[in-house]
């Protein structure tokens, strides 16, 4: 059988591979001219995997110590800056140092930490602490992940948030609150991108179903005047829904439905309906009723929205194909799928010109559309 033209044969790439794995072929190969450039380069991107875990427990420290905060008004020292957080002078300068190193921080001559630009960054992405803080739980799950993938009767996160995806009974109002500013907090980001990627033109009436406290909503509501809104999801996530609405003098023109989309039918009159960051949360069975609802509730020609982070299928991605699916993962309640998976369900349910375009920032959010046939 002949190879495929441009490919090398599958042979040549194991045999080659087989050989670059050989200890000794490293040795040499970090020393002959024509290739230790490479070899230099694959050794540090090896190592920053393997430090990946210490660089993110770096970053948690200098959150939970407020660090970032505590430089807003300038340079201080590690002597400062330890007596403040309650940390020896000595380790501070350790934690200093590797944020230095990150380049969160700066160092100055006289041997003070300031901020640089990426910690100033981190302090203005809406929700990054907060994602940040909360990530006690998945950290936990993750310290062996070998437990994790043979499915351990329990986990961390999933505990964290005891009641997020349609368990039954009596939900505490604090873990609702603690939930919902989690993610109202880092949906501006999820809108901002949305926005960029989806023509609101043509549409008279979005639904948001799973919509939290409405932060979507509201951001598509600031953006296009002419829309009429409506909020669907569990009456305890949906209690801040209405301030929000009013503070943002949409009140007018914004409805809220209180309910669960594993219960009760949703409400018809939408010709839009968004599913942000809802499908990852679940099994298959549950997405494809729910897509099996939307289809359902839309009108002839209406049209489906979906925006959350998504895996690259057979171009595997940094953001869905690691974090996200191990998140989910630990979630137990669903997991990452590509687009063409989420299109594939999409067209089960009925739905047609399904279309995901190329993502501005993957690791924020993708965005999927399909139309309900006339």
Same mark, same amino acid.
């Given at each position: 059988?002949?190879? +495929? ?61 407020? $660090?970032? %905060? ?46 640089? &630009? ?17 990530? %006690?739980?998945?950290? =936990? ?12 009767? %329990? ?22 609150? +603690? ?46 005047? %002419? ?9 305890? #996530? ?17 409805? $809220? ?18 599913? $942000? ?37 057979? +171009? ?18 669903? &997991? ?10 999409? =067209? ?5 010109? $399904? ?9 924020? +959010?993708? #965005? ?7």
């Amino acid at each position: 059988m002949s190879d +495929t033209a441009g490919n090398p044969p599958r042979w040549r790439g194991s045999w080659l591979n087989r050989f670059i794995a050989r200890p000794g072929f490293q040795s040499w190969a970090s020393k002959f001219p024509l290739t230790r450039g490479q070899a230099r380069r694959d050794g540090a991107v090896l190592f920053n995997v393997v430090q990946g875990f210490v660089q993110s427990q770096v970053l948690m420290a200098l959150v939970e110590l407020d $660090i970032l %905060h505590r430089l807003r008004a300038g340079p201080q020292t590690a002597q400062a800056l330890g007596l403040a957080a309650q940390v020896p002078p000595e380790k501070m300068q350790v934690l200093l140092q590797a944020a230095a190193a990150l380049k969160l921080l700066k160092r100055d001559r006289a041997g003070r930490f300031g901020l640089a &630009r990426k910690g100033a960054a981190l302090m203005g992405v809406p929700g990054l602490e907060a994602m940040i803080r909360h990530h %006690h739980a998945f950290y =936990a799950d993750m310290a062996d992940p070998v437990a994790l993938l043979r499915d351990p009767g %329990h986990t961390a996160l999933s505990e964290f948030w005891p009641y997020v995806f349609g368990a039954k009974g009596d939900i505490d109002p604090e873990v609702a609150e +603690t939930y919902s500013d989690l993610m109202s907090q880092s949906q501006q980001l999820v809108a901002e991108d949305t926005l960029r990627a989806v023509s609101f033109a043509d549409v008279r009436h979005l639904m948001d179903v799973g919509g939290g406290t409405g932060a979507f909503l509201a951001a598509v509501g600031r953006a296009e005047p %002419h829309l009429r809104l409506t909020l669907f999801d569990l009456p305890e #996530v949906t209690q801040s829904a209405a301030a929000r609405f009013e503070t943002e003098g949409l009140q007018a023109r914004a409805q $809220i439905h209180a309910g669960s989309f594993r219960d009760s039918p949703l409400p018809h009159g939408a010709d839009m309906i968004s599913l $942000i960051r809802v499908l990852y949360d679940h099994a298959d069975e549950t997405v494809a009723d729910l897509l099996g609802a939307v289809f359902e509730a839309l009108p002839a020609g209406g049209r489906l929205l979906v925006s959350e982070p998504m895996g690259g299928g057979s +171009t595997p991605d940094m953001a869905g194909d690691v974090y996200f699916a191990f998140y989910t993962m630990a979630m137990k309640t669903g &997991r990452t799928r590509s687009a063409d998976e989420i299109a594939a369900l999409c =067209a089960e349910a009925g739905f047609e010109a $399904i279309n995901s375009p190329k993502p501005a920032r993957n690791f924020v +959010t993708r #965005v999927l559309t399909a139309s309900k046939p006339r």
